[in-house]
């Protein structure tokens, strides 16, 4: 499975940007999709997670209410909607796949199996 994760760049606080990830080769593989964010100096953190079907999502607290993760499975693509966005959430941001056929919970790096490039985003205020 190759991820290809687009998207990011420069915007100001309160603005919205959309990422993108395209998923290739053995997209069998691809169940359950999710974003993780690093910001300099810090640890790799879960965004947000979606199901195969994208009936269901999962978010982290610092991102409910402003983010949305959605799938197109015919586009073979992932995306997040941010919105109101805020310096904090300047980061580079990880597009990942796992087997898994359960959303809940999956809220780790070691779950996911494949990683995307990364795309920057920064927000400033």
């Known amino acids: 499975v190759q991820l290809q994760a687009s998207g990011g760049g420069l915007v100001q606080a309160g603005g919205s940007l959309r990422l993108s990830c395209a998923a290739s080769?053995?997209?069998?593989?691809?169940?359950?999709m999710a974003w993780f964010r690093q910001a300099p100096g810090k640890e790799r953190e879960f965004v947000s997670a979606?199901?195969?079907?994208?009936?269901?999502?999962y978010y982290s607290d610092s991102v409910k209410g402003r983010f949305t993760c959605s799938r197109d499975k015919a586009k073979n693509t992932l995306y997040l909607q941010m919105n109101s966005l805020k310096p904090e959430d300047t980061a580079v941001y990880y597009c990942?796949?796992?087997?898994?056929?359960?959303?809940?919970?999956?809220?780790?790096?070691?779950?996911?199996?494949?990683w995307g490039q990364g795309t920057q985003v920064t927000v400033s205020s």
């Open positions: 990942a796949s796992s087997r898994s056929t359960i959303v809940s919970g999956m809220n780790r790096d070691h779950m996911y199996d494949y």
């Open positions: 979606i199901s195969w079907s994208g009936g269901s999502t």
């Open positions: 080769g053995c997209t069998f593989r691809t169940i359950v």
